[in-house]
């Protein structure tokens, strides 16, 4: 028995983006920028992908700059925001302290650049609201970056209400779809989304490629120089196969995203009960307001690492957290935001499932999980003295 149950990580290419990609790997292998005809037939394809991606955005075509991910994509949103507020001497960010590394990261680095960032707490419900980010914009604030969905807790933001606020204040709006793209529904204008980040792999297309929609009238600075490719906003031959891939996805994903909604949502409902029967575990994020496919628990008196070696042992590919957290010993800093204490953020299980999973396999994780921390408690010293009341239990 095999489970893939880290689509949040990363996700299966579908056949429909393979399939597609194919012909421009050993046909039309042409150079965009080439003017023969062979080069140009690449060319089309580019722009006919990129009119696709933008029809499931809800944007215009020359809106949208192909990236190598979604780690680009942020790093420039928010590069370009800071430099156009720079100009105009705005120099405060408003963010969240449970954002990807990519962004605050990026925010740390501005930091050194004489920026000023704010970082929004997040409430235990894994949420933050309209009326924080309002009370937290500043005169000189040039940007406000807040995440669609989260990848570790899948809470699911107000980005609509969010987006409303900014554009009242005149601050521009970014915000990380990454984890949205492809499983929730995205439509930039009625949002008031700015900038937009998302990542083709992380709904079936293939890994290395993303896209930053940037709404017209926000110039973007470029990240990688040399030539004039992406309209001058991104240097670099084109990864035509990936991007043809990343239509396909998309597309696919989009004209199935409420009924897949539907029904990997109803199988994420029975996964959460039958995790919360397990003695002192905790939901991390709000029951309802979180992606389909997101389950994630926090287990009183074990260590999130053993567990998924214990998993590995069953089959099941799962996580603590985010995959590019581990192999950190530091809790993740998502369930930190929330208020985890420590000891129980260590004690973290990330399952997030996806199209492919099916009823059968989501009773088989309940029943694996189950024995796993029945296990791995009843060898724990930690555990013990939570028994005999030495110790008392947080959760
Ligand atoms: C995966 C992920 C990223 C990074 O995307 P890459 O394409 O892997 O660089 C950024 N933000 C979120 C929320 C993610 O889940």
């Not at 089309?44 to 075509?61: F, K, M, Q, V, Y």
């Not at 984890?179 to 995205?186: C, E, F, K, V």
């Not at 008031?192 to 009238?217: V, W």
Request: proline share 4%; with cysteine.
């Amino acid at each position: 028995m095999k489970i893939y149950a880290d689509n949040a990580a990363t996700t299966k290419m579908s056949r429909t983006a393979v399939d597609a990609m194919l012909p421009y790997m050993d046909e039309i292998y042409g150079n965009p920028s080439s003017l023969y005809t062979f080069g140009q037939r690449a060319r089309e394809a580019l722009e006919d992908a990129r009119g696709r991606i933008a029809a499931c955005l809800g944007c215009e075509a020359r809106e949208l700059t192909f990236t190598s991910g979604g780690s680009e994509a942020d790093n420039q949103a928010i590069r370009s925001a800071a430099a156009l507020g720079a100009r105009k001497g705005k120099r405060h960010i408003v963010s969240t302290a449970f954002e990807h590394h990519a962004v605050l990261h990026t925010l740390k680095r501005l930091e050194g650049e004489g920026f000023a960032v704010t970082l929004l707490d997040v409430y235990e419900n894994g949420l933050v609201t309209p009326e924080q980010v309002r009370a937290a914009i500043r005169p000189d604030t040039c940007l406000v970056s807040v995440m669609y969905a989260n990848n570790e807790i899948g809470t699911v933001q107000p980005v609509s209400e969010i987006g409303a606020v900014c554009r009242e204040a005149g601050v521009l709006f970014h915000t990380d779809a990454v984890q949205a793209a492809g499983h929730l529904p995205i439509d930039v204008g009625p949002q008031n989304i700015d900038l937009l980040s998302l990542s083709a792999h992380k709904f079936h297309g293939p890994k290395g490629i993303g896209a930053l929609y940037a709404r017209r009238g926000v110039a973007l600075t470029n990240l990688i120089e040399g030539g004039a490719q992406e309209r001058g906003r991104r240097a670099g031959t084109e990864n035509l196969p990936a991007i043809v891939g990343m239509a396909a996805a998309l597309e696919e994903s989009c004209a199935h995203l409420t009924e897949n909604a539907v029904r990997i949502s109803a199988l994420r409902d029975r996964l959460i009960a039958g995790l919360a029967e397990i003695p002192h575990s905790v939901l991390n994020g709000d029951p309802a307001k979180r992606l389909p496919g997101n389950v994630n628990f926090c287990f009183e008196g074990i260590e999130g690492e053993s567990l998924l070696l214990l998993l590995d042992d069953k089959g099941i590919c799962a996580s603590s957290g985010s995959a590019c957290t581990s192999g950190s010993l530091d809790p993740s800093h998502v369930l930190l935001a929330i208020g985890r204490p420590h000891e129980i953020a260590h004690g973290s299980l990330r399952l997030t499932i996806g199209e492919e999973t099916t009823e059968e396999e989501v009773e088989y994780l309940i029943e694996a999980v189950q024995d796993a921390v029945s296990y791995l408690r009843s060898m724990s010293p930690v555990w013990r003295d939570l028994e005999n009341g030495k110790a008392t239990h947080i959760i």
